[in-house]
């Protein structure tokens, strides 16, 4: 007896060749009825045995393509239609809020073996694509997401492209971004007064990256600034002319067996670095590199990663050589996106410039992931991961925008039950990241057809994300920077759990008005108790210590009532300003901790990026040590105090090796953690223990904390799909804002 049903589907059903999918499993069930694309969901309607639907039911989600993520919101039984075949619809409006944007995606292995084939009308262009692969977020000007509401509607198809996009069999129906060399984009390099197309465009730029020249290139979501990475001349003009003296540079992979030679992968970091996103990998040198130190000065680990779009491809093909791959921008600024902007404002960076015309709508730099405690840990947002679609464990009322914190900035948008976290933005000091900033705010509102209604920020009142919330003229609710942490980790890992959150950072504005950063936080989302916190010191200079680690070392230990000598011209008048707290104010961040350590054990007078102390500190490290017990005690509202002060005079032991002491740094504050939580469980129980903040990225601290606490016999957790670091802010003020106000 025949039956009719509708199903909707929710979830990554858009950019990933469902429809075709789904009119080739009608096919095979010999299923009649229809396909459609809707506003951010698939609507089928099918007439058939009762047998063949529950089959064809199944199906749906078990052999759906591998780049979907199908969901079935609905079914439902309906009076029979009389269908007698199955046909795709044209796309339909639907509601706002089943909304999924397809992030991009790398190139599939179809396409590679079409673009190496001398014979595919499609060899060697670097624009090759189907429903497998392809761009997707950054191309797509409006949802529902066709042809039309992309950047690739200015190139019309020609008669063999157009006949493939209408074949329902064809692994290029309605794959968007399709395109060939007689109707699609075409590159263009510029050096000086030559500019070549095509062909010419793309030999030139290898020819120049053999002779050692740097060349921007555009790729998916940005340009690259890219070199030969076994160029150690051409990696340090590339670090002179950026002003990058010691931050590590990305490094494209060719295949994997390039990528052994060098690195010591193991199967969790294979398969980061295989996974869809095709993100930058934090992977440990093998002793017997051959790679230039200049890659990562210092550093034991390189950010790597394979290619994934097809220009990336040809490059390294032709080149047989790893590429230095970084983000084309200025220090902390987002990855440019305009060739007449990328011209102008890395003329003195950049020798050449490879460009193609089909346009970018909006940035997004590489997805970076580290693996730690066995899983993989998102770092950064980025390319192929965000936006970061995530489901809430409440709904809001109102519309709400979070627009995170001042460095790493990411910003949130959530609405009814769902939250979208944007990609890395970069850090909010020059004009140029302000401008994102708000494009990337009316892009996520546009694309999820959501405007919000109210604002959520850190209470910081001078962060550049603060200061534009409160000029918008809608309501704004302030969260405390640390209290944005917890709340980030708690989405994650169980918003219904009572925890106790290691919060340590940087700095960020504390409840009292000091700079807080080595926080223990016990309660839940909206109701956080600060427990205990690092013995907290003055930084002489303030804001300058950051990039100054000696400014932390001084405070530490004139904090004990210890003075040192420290290799400065005006320590004298330093010291006497802050005996008085002139520009000294009072923190108790671990990251600053760290960054004295750092200076202590003379690895860092200096630094050249935020955070530089802390990583070779951690880099240092090895050997076996024994843990210094921190002792502990109450303040006068009852909080743990953790004195880090034993700590100093282990740093300065010279008759033990740096790499020991800076283990033995490691695995004490490991150990106080351990102590806190045994501690605090006594007197206040929890269900969890959380470790988040920017400190946590620091992959041997992570480790060693997890380990003796799970040990403990607690619950442990890290993030793992929210960057530990201020890039998961924004989400951490949307819980807070929607567990308070919901």
């Not at 199955?86 to 790398?106: R, W």
């Not at 990528?259 to 869809?276: G, I, K, P």
């Not at 950010?303 to 230095?324: C, V």
Request: with cysteine; proline share 6%.
């Amino acid at each position: 007896m025949p039956e009719a049903r509708r199903w909707i589907l929710t979830g990554r059903v858009q950019g990933v060749g469902f429809r075709p999918f789904v009119y080739l499993l009608a096919q095979r069930f010999a299923i009649k009825g229809v396909v459609q694309n809707q506003l951010g969901q698939v609507m089928v309607e099918a007439e058939g045995e009762v047998a063949a639907l529950d089959d064809f039911s199944a199906a749906l989600i078990t052999d759906a393509p591998p780049l979907s993520r199908p969901h079935v919101a609905a079914v439902a039984t309906l009076p029979l239609h009389g269908y007698t075949s199955f046909e795709i619809l044209e796309s339909a409006s639907g509601s706002e809020t089943h909304i999924h944007v397809p992030p991009d995606l790398y190139l599939c292995a179809d396409c590679q073996r079409e673009m190496n084939a001398p014979q595919n009308r499609r060899y060697h262009y670097p624009f090759i694509n189907c429903t497998q692969c392809g761009p997707r977020y950054t191309l797509i000007t409006r949802m529902p997401y066709d042809r039309a509401n992309t950047t690739m509607a200015a190139f019309a198809l020609c008669a063999a492209c157009r006949a493939e996009y209408e074949d329902p069999a064809n692994r290029r129906f309605h794959a968007e971004p399709v395109a060939c060399p007689q109707c699609g984009p075409q590159l263009e390099f510029v050096s000086g007064d030559v500019r070549l197309q095509r062909e010419a465009a793309l030999d030139a730029c290898i020819a120049a990256l053999r002779r050692g020249d740097i060349v921007a290139v555009k790729g998916i979501g940005g340009y690259h600034l890219m070199c030969d990475a076994t160029n150690a001349a051409a990696i340090e003009r590339l670090r002179t002319r950026k002003h990058r003296p010691h931050k590590a540079l990305a490094v494209m992979f060719k295949d994997m067996a390039v990528v052994r030679a060098e690195l010591e992968v193991d199967t969790q970091e294979e398969a980061a670095l295989h996974d869809a996103a095709r993100p930058i990998v934090l992977v440990r040198r093998r002793a017997d590199a051959k790679l230039p130190e200049g890659i990562a000065p210092g550093l034991r680990e390189v950010g790597a990663m394979l290619p994934y779009s097809p220009l990336h491809h040809l490059l390294l093909g032709a080149l047989d050589a790893p590429l230095i791959a970084t983000s084309a921008n200025l220090s902390g600024e987002p990855v440019l996106t305009e060739g007449a902007e990328v011209e102008t404002r890395l003329s003195k960076v950049a020798d050449a410039f490879l460009h193609h015309d089909r346009p970018i709508a909006r940035p997004a730099d590489d997805a970076v992931l580290c693996i730690i405690a066995g899983q993989a840990r998102l770092i950064r947002t980025g390319r192929g991961i965000a936006p970061v679609e995530i489901d809430l464990p409440f709904e809001f009322s109102t519309p709400t925008l979070a627009v995170g914190g001042h460095m790493k900035n990411t910003i949130a948008l959530g609405w009814g039950s769902r939250a979208v976290l944007s990609p890395h933005i970069g850090d909010l000091d020059a004009p140029h990241s302000l401008q994102v900033f708000e494009q990337v705010i009316a892009d996520l509102q546009r694309l999820y057809g959501v405007t919000a209604q109210a604002i959520v920020c850190d209470a910081h009142p001078h962060y550049a994300s603060s200061r534009w919330a409160a000029k918008q003229g809608l309501p704004v609710q302030t969260v405390w920077h640390h209290h944005a942490h917890a709340a980030a980790l708690a989405l994650e890992h169980g918003a219904d759990k009572r925890w106790l959150t290691f919060t340590w950072d940087g700095v960020g504005l504390g409840e009292d008005g000091t700079l807080w950063g080595g926080e223990t936080l016990h309660g839940r989302v909206g109701d956080w108790q600060r427990v205990a916190y690092l013995r907290p010191f003055r930084l002489p200079g303030g804001d300058k210590a950051a990039r100054e680690p000696w400014r932390s070392a001084a405070g530490l230990y004139w904090e004990t009532g210890t003075d040192s000598a420290f290799p400065v011209d005006d320590i004298s008048l330093l010291h006497t300003a802050w005996q008085r707290g002139i520009n000294a104010p009072q923190t108790s961040a671990a990251g600053r901790l760290f960054d004295g350590a750092a200076h202590l054990l003379g690895l860092i007078a200096h630094a050249s990026y935020e955070g530089q102390g802390g990583l070779l500190l951690e880099q240092v490290a090895s050997g076996e040590a024994e843990a210094i017990v921190l002792p502990l005690h109450e303040d006068a509202q009852g909080a743990l105090v953790v004195d880090w002060q034993p700590l100093l005079a282990a740093m300065l032991r010279k008759d033990i090796p740096v790499a020991t002491r800076a283990m033995t740094f490691h695995r004490s504050l490991a150990h106080s953690i351990v102590l806190q939580a045994q501690r605090l469980h006594a007197q206040q129980p929890f269900d969890a223990v959380g470790l988040s903040g920017g400190v946590f990225q620091n992959k041997l601290l992570a480790e060693l904390a997890l380990e003796g606490l799970r040990q403990a016999g607690f619950d442990a957790y890290l993030p793992q799909q929210i960057p530990c670091n201020d890039g998961g802010l924004a989400l951490g003020q949307l819980m807070e804002a929607g567990c308070k106000h919901g």
